[in-house]
C-alpha cells in the first residue's frame, strides 16, 4: 500500500484561505483527471467539502508524490503554491488511512460528531468511480470507511458530541436560547436546493418555523424541495418555490436567512441586507463595531489585506494533528516597547536594569562617563514630579471608547457556503445577526467533547489495524497464486514424463500418482503459504512478497497478470455493491 493524502482543512488554514482554494464540481473532475494523469499516482479521490479540500492517491513514490499532489492542489485551486505549502498536511500509509476514518467519524469535523460527512465520503468515492480515477485501493479504502463511521455512529454516543453544521448555526442565531422557542412562527429563505441548503431547510421545518421559501437558479429543484418539505408527514410548515432574482425581496420579508449556493460571488451583498433591514424596520442601518463571536469573521472583511503567518508544512511524523506546529510566541521588543512607552531604547533599557537591581550601577555609568549627581538629581526631579502629577503609566493606553449597544437583530442570516455567499460586513449591520463558516469555526473550538469520543478513537485504531492487515495480506496474494499456479505445472510435467516413459500404466494407477504427488506438493506448500500470509500481514509484512518472488524464481509478470485479473473483478464486484447501496444515497 502507497496511500497518501495531501490537504488542508479548517485545523490547519484560515477560513480565508480555504474559501479561495475551494473547488467547483468540474474542477474536482479536472483535479482527478490530471492527478491519474501524473507519474507517481495511479489511483485518486477528491475529497471536498465546506471546511476541508483533500486529495488521496496511489502513488508509487513518496516524495514525488507530495511534490506532485501538492502542485495539483495549487494549480487547480488557484492559489499560489508558495501560498498554499504552509498550510498543507501530509498523511502516508497507515496515517492516512486513521485519517479518512477518523473523518468519516466526524472525529476531525468543525462540529465534532456530525454525521454529514458521511454523505460527502459517499459522493467524493462515485465521483471518482464515475471518472474510472478510483482503483482498487481507494474503493476498499472509501467502502470500509463509510463502514467506520456507521459503527462509530450505531455502537457509541458519538452524535451527543455534536449535531450537523447547520443545527450547530441555528444554535449560533438563537444566542443560547432554546432553539424550537426562536424559531417557532418565523419566515425563513433558503436560498439554494443542493444537499446542505436542502437540509437547511428540512431542519428549520422540523423545528417550527411558520413559513419556507426556496431560491433557486433552477426552478425545477427548488420546487421539488418544496413538494419534498410539504408532503412530510412530521411538519405543517408552509413552502414556496421563487426565483433568484426574487431574493432581495423575500428577504425584506424573511426573519431567518439560510445560504449555501455554489455561486463563486456573493449573493447577498451588505448593500443588499442593508435594504432587506430598511425595509422591514423603516429607519436606516447604523454600521457599528462587530462584538464577541462576529468579531472574527469581520476581521477578513476589514482586514483582507493582511496574510496569515505562514508555517512549516505539517508531516507524517505530526499526522496527528491536522494543524500547522505551533509557533513561540515573539520575543519582547525592545524598539516596540519604547515606542509604546514614548521613550528612547536606551532609557528604557537602564530603566530596566534599574528595576531589575533595584540600582544602577554607579561603577559602570561613571566608566560610561555618567555624572552621579547628575543621576540622583534626575531621580530626585522624578520623584517630585510624580508626587504632584501621580504615577506615570509606563504605557499610554487610549481612553475606552464608549460603544452604543446593538439594537436587538431583525434579520438573522446562516451562511454555510464556501466560499462565502454573504459580504462579511453584514457582521457590523445593526439589526442583523450573521453566523458564517468562520464565526462557526471559531465557536466550536471550544465545545466540550463527549466522552463517548475516547471510544470512537478506539474503534477508528481497531479499524485502522485491522485494514492495515487485510491490504498487507491481500498483497501478497497474486505471489501465492502464482507460485501454486507454478507447483501445479511442474506436477502436470512430471506426470506428462511418467506417462512417456510408461506407456502401458492405466489409468487407475495414473490417477493414484497424480493425486500422490499434488498431495506432496499441497502439503509442502500447506505451511509455508499460510505462514508468509500471517507474517505479511504484520506491519512491515510487504517485504515478504518479494523474498516469496525470489526464492522460487517467480515470474514477475505471472504475479502481476493474477493481481490485474483479480483487481478487475474485485473492482467489478465493488462497483455494482456500491451501485446498489447508492440508489438511497441521502443528502450529503
Avoid at 534626575?378 to 460603544?403: C, K, W
Avoid at 478506539?458 to 485491522?466: G, H, L, N
Wanted: charged share 25%.
Amino acid at each position: 500500500m502507497s496511500l497518501l493524502v495531501v490537504g488542508l482543512s479548517h485545523r490547519s488554514a484560515p477560513v480565508s484561505l480555504l474559501e479561495r482554494a475551494s473547488l467547483s464540481a468540474d474542477g474536482q473532475d479536472k483535479l482527478l483527471q490530471d492527478t491519474v494523469a501524473a507519474e507517481p499516482a495511479t489511483e485518486a479521490a477528491v475529497l471536498a467539502t465546506c471546511n476541508r479540500i483533500e486529495l488521496y492517491a496511489d502513488v508509487d513514490k513518496f516524495h514525488a508524490g507530495v511534490a506532485e499532489l501538492s502542485t495539483l492542489l495549487a494549480q487547480h485551486s488557484g492559489v499560489g503554491l508558495e501560498e498554499l505549502t504552509p498550510y498543507l498536511y501530509v498523511h502516508y500509509e497507515d496515517r492516512a488511512v486513521h485519517h479518512l476514518f477518523s473523518v468519516a467519524c466526524g472525529l476531525d469535523s468543525m462540529v465534532v460528531g456530525e454525521g454529514q460527512i458521511l454523505g460527502q465520503i459517499k459522493n467524493s468515492l462515485a465521483r471518482a468511480q464515475e471518472l474510472h480515477t478510483a482503483g482498487r485501493l481507494l474503493n476498499d479504502l472509501f467502502q470500509q470507511a463509510l463502514r467506520v463511521g456507521k459503527r462509530a455512529h450505531s455502537e457509541t454516543g458519538i452524535d451527543r458530541a455534536g449535531q450537523s453544521l447547520v443545527t450547530f448555526g441555528l444554535e449560533q442565531l438563537s444566542a443560547g436560547a432554546d432553539v424550537r422557542t426562536w424559531a417557532r412562527g418565523k419566515k425563513a429563505l433558503v436560498i439554494g436546493a443542493g444537499s446542505m441548503s436542502s437540509l437547511a431547510a428540512a431542519t428549520l421545518a422540523r423545528i417550527g418555523v411558520g413559513e419556507i421559501v426556496i431560491a433557486n437558479r433552477t426552478q425545477d429543484r427548488a420546487e421539488r424541495l418544496v413538494q419534498i418539505l410539504t408532503e412530510g408527514d412530521d411538519t405543517d410548515v408552509s413552502a414556496r418555490a421563487v426565483p433568484m432574482d426574487a431574493v432581495p425581496l423575500e428577504l425584506t420579508r424573511a426573519d431567518v436567512a439560510v445560504s449555501c449556493t455554489g455561486a463563486t460571488g456573493l449573493v447577498l451583498t451588505a448593500e443588499t441586507v442593508t435594504a432587506a433591514v430598511e425595509g422591514r424596520t423603516g429607519a436606516p442601518v447604523t454600521v457599528g463595531q462587530a462584538t464577541g463571536e462576529e468579531q472574527g469573521s469581520a476581521r477578513t472583511a476589514v482586514r483582507t489585506d493582511v496574510r496569515e503567518t505562514p508555517v512549516p508544512l505539517v508531516g507524517a511524523a505530526h499526522a496527528d494533528e491536522n494543524r500547522p506546529l505551533d509557533l513561540a510566541e515573539p520575543g519582547f521588543s525592545l524598539m516596540g516597547e519604547s515606542a509604546v512607552a514614548g521613550i528612547d531604547a536606551a532609557t528604557l533599557e537602564q530603566h530596566g536594569a534599574w528595576v531589575d537591581n533595584g540600582t544602577v550601577d554607579r561603577r559602570e555609568s561613571a566608566r560610561a562617563g555618567a555624572d552621579p549627581e547628575t543621576d540622583a538629581e534626575l531621580i530626585t526631579a522624578l520623584a517630585a514630579t510624580a508626587a504632584s502629577a501621580g504615577r506615570v503609566p509606563e504605557h499610554r493606553r487610549p481612553e475606552p471608547v464608549a460603544v452604543a449597544p446593538r439594537p436587538e437583530p431583525v434579520l438573522f442570516v446562516l451562511d454555510l457556503a464556501m466560499p462565502r455567499d454573504v459580504d462579511a460586513a453584514a457582521h457590523r449591520l445593526a439589526g442583523v445577526r450573521l453566523v458564517d463558516i468562520e464565526s462557526l469555526a471559531e465557536a466550536s473550538a471550544d465545545a466540550p467533547m463527549a466522552a463517548d469520543v475516547d471510544q470512537v478513537r478506539r474503534i477508528v485504531s481497531d479499524e485502522v489495524t485491522a485494514f492495515g492487515a487485510a491490504l498487507r495480506a491481500a498483497h501478497i496474494t497474486p505471489t501465492v497464486v502464482a507460485l501454486r499456479t507454478m507447483a501445479a505445472d511442474v506436477v502436470s510435467s512430471e506426470i506428462a514424463r511418467l506417462e512417456g516413459r510408461l506407456p502401458s500404466l492405466d489409468d487407475k494407477h495414473r490417477a493414484e500418482i497424480t493425486q500422490t504427488v499434488r498431495r506432496v506438493v499441497d502439503k509442502l506448500l500447506h505451511a509455508p503459504t499460510v505462514r508468509v500470509k500471517q507474517l505479511a500481514a504484520e506491519p512491515g509484512g510487504a517485504g515478504y512478497a518479494d523474498a516469496l518472488r525470489t526464492l522460487f524464481d517467480l515470474d514477475p509478470e505471472t504475479v502481476a497478470s493474477v493481481s490485474r485479473a483479480d483487481r478487475d473483478s474485485d473492482d467489478s464486484e465493488k462497483h455494482d455493491d456500491f451501485e446498489m447501496h447508492s440508489k438511497n444515497r441521502g443528502p450529503a
